[in-house]
């Protein structure tokens, strides 16, 4: 059982390229969710997804697409990076809206 | 302004001493509150879940109070241990907006022999 997973773990691109992080969860949860955290900043949702079929902006969308491409996974598209977009991206899962959120282990991303 | 704040930014212990984090929150209609641990390059892992009717709560040595009243929460470790050592979260969220948790930015508690 291995919870929520993403990759890549680490990346590092150029100003103006595209990127996809990918995350799929085996929990068989209805909602998933996109964060960004930057220092001395508590995490902030880019995009969410209260079901297969359907998303939402977060707090942070600009920048950003999603797909949520089944009940399993939800991608995070960057199409054309920029610096401020230097992060780590956690993708999380939860069964509805007040159940427990599992994070996966991070995308540490640095454009340069 | 939804927010939440956490006290102190850092803390450093020795190893089997006990401590206690603080949390403040303004979030309304309030719905529940979570208490995270983050260790360094790990994702979250949830430690407790509290909704309005619950004022204690505890996870083997990690015991966490609310007071809605005040809107403040402590999480309180006993006997702390080297593995203690991450950043603990505090995230609230909002009824009728549950999918949206208002995340504060942590206390890093750091466990010394």
């Known amino acids: 059982n291995a919870g929520v997973t993403q990759t890549p773990k680490f990346q590092v691109l150029k100003t103006g390229q595209s990127m996809t992080l990918q995350c799929a969860q085996d929990?068989?949860?209805?909602?998933m969710y996109w964060y960004r955290q930057d220092p001395g900043m508590g995490l902030r949702l880019i995009y969410y997804?209260?079901?297969?079929?359907?998303?939402d902006k977060g707090e942070v969308p600009n920048g950003y697409n999603v797909s949520r491409l089944n009940k399993r996974e939800f991608s995070l598209r960057l199409e054309s990076a920029a610096p401020s977009q230097t992060s780590v991206y956690f993708c999380?899962?939860?069964?509805?809206?007040?159940?427990?959120?599992?994070f996966g282990q991070g995308t540490r991303l640095t454009v340069v | 302004k939804n927010q939440v704040e956490q006290s102190p930014q850092s803390l450093i212990i020795l190893e089997g001493k006990n401590c206690t984090l603080q949390c403040n929150y303004t979030v309304s209609p309030f719905s529940n509150l979570r208490w995270y641990k983050q260790d360094t390059g790990r994702g979250p892992v949830s430690l407790t879940i509290m909704t309005f009717s619950e004022n204690t709560k505890s996870n083997g040595r990690y015991t966490a109070t609310l007071d809605a009243d005040t809107k403040q929460s402590s999480l309180h470790i006993t006997a702390s241990q080297l593995s203690d050592s991450a950043s603990y979260i505090c995230v609230v969220s909002a009824k009728g907006n549950t999918d949206k948790l208002i995340f504060g930015t942590g206390t890093r508690l750091q466990v010394f022999p």
């Open positions: 999380a899962s939860s069964e509805g809206r007040t159940g427990e959120a599992f």
């Open positions: 997804s209260a079901s297969e079929g359907t998303t």
């Open positions: 929990m068989n949860h209805n909602s």
